[in-house]
């Protein structure tokens, strides 16, 4: 199996659990390199279609987990005509949930590269997920940073952790084709501000607050609940509050909020 961004937030979970099943894992990453875990590492450029062949050559299943801030589509279509090229039998592509809504960049690059994964000849398997715990945990430090804590009306999440959609990817990688499944979010919906107070309170600052409007087509869907899955949606198990503290434990206050 093929694993591609898997050295990545999420990667670092997937690849011991395809070891787990009994699977030989091959990573693509910007280095070959034998690092002693029994992975083998091939050196590949996505957005280039540098060594993509090599990389895929006698592989079945292709996890595509890669991405970035831009050019997900374009290195998404490099790699699905590698995988046809090679024959490969299932191609699993995660995606990001209310990809065809938001107007921004990079939702405009993921709605491509899903596109290409379902357009492809290759037999495939997509799943949307939620944003990752970290990515709600970067966003609230990012914000506590200022003075006063600006709190985007009407914005809600459900963040998921990353060990739900590692485990869901790799139930899926091991099973057969099966087209656009449900999304996968996490247990609860937040609010913006529900998630910056419960960082505060983790890392024991203070800070007023105040309300912003998010402008534009953007800000109609996140007050409209366009960026949720409300129904149909399958859900991970560990909570936002889960992922705090685990992230607290043994961990200081100090060295948490930097």
């Known amino acids: 199996m093929l694993v ?17 099943a009994g699977w030989k894992v091959r990573v693509l990453s910007r280095h070959a390199k034998d690092r002693g875990d029994g992975v083998e590492y091939v050196a590949a450029d996505l957005l280039h279609g540098e060594n993509l062949d090599a990389a895929v050559a006698g592989i079945d299943v292709v996890m595509h987990l890669a991405g970035g801030p831009k050019g997900d589509d374009i290195g998404t279509r ?13 191609l699993v592509h995660i995606s990001v949930t209310a990809v065809d809504q938001l107007p921004f960049t990079y939702f405009k690059a993921k ?13 495939w398997t997509v799943v949307r997920a939620a944003q990752f715990h970290d990515f709600a945990l970067k966003t609230v430090q990012a914000m506590a940073k200022l003075p006063v804590l600006p709190v985007p009306g009407g914005l809600r999440f459900q963040p998921v952790d990353a060990r739900d959609v590692a485990e869901r990817l790799v139930e899926l990688a091991l099973g057969e084709p099966a087209g656009l499944v449900p999304d996968l979010v996490g247990p609860k919906v937040y609010s913006v501000g529900e998630l910056a107070r419960d960082y505060l309170k983790a890392t024991g600052k203070h ?30 198990t560990r909570t936002w509050e889960d992922f705090l503290a685990a992230q607290t434990r043994g961990t200081s206050a100090t060295t948490l909020a930097e």
């Open 4 to 20: 591609t961004g898997g050295t990545g937030t999420l990667g670092r979970q997937v690849v011991p659990l395809v070891q787990a």
């Open 78 to 90: 490099n790699l699905v005509r590698a995988a046809e090229r090679a024959r490969v039998q299932h």
């Open 111 to 123: 709605l491509g590269a899903e596109q290409a994964v379902r357009a492809s000849s290759v037999p």
């Open 207 to 236: 800070r007023l607050s105040i309300p912003v409007r998010v402008p534009g087509k953007a800000g109609k869907v996140y007050r409209a609940g366009g960026n949720l899955t409300l129904t149909g949606a399958d859900h991970g």
